[in-house]
């Protein structure tokens, strides 16, 4: 968690400081609309739009893991419950008073 954290803040830091320093004026054109600005911020804002598809991406697959983890805590809270252990205890504690 802490590597990502700061492998995440380097690149932001060296992909701000690359915006920076490219700061020629260029034109291109994005399906179909014309677009002016500087290669470095255009290049950033590709960077982010990456990112942001990248993650939503990531969702629908973060989501079933949970929902599998979720259902796998539920059998084995159920299996605990249901144990042979347990009702060994359970007959044997009323026949020990």
Do not use: C
């Amino acid at each position: 968690m802490i590597f990502t954290l700061i492998l995440t803040i380097a690149v932001t830091i060296v992909a701000v400081m690359f915006s920076l320093e490219n700061t020629t004026m260029i034109h291109m054109t994005f399906f179909g609309y014309p677009v002016d600005g500087s290669s470095g911020l255009l290049m950033l804002i590709a960077l982010g739009v990456g990112v942001l598809v990248g993650v939503i991406l990531m969702v629908p697959s973060l989501i079933g893991r949970s929902w599998a983890l979720m259902r796998h805590k539920r059998k084995l809270a159920e299996l605990e419950q249901n144990s042979p252990k347990r009702i060994v205890k359970k007959k044997q504690s009323p026949s020990s008073s």
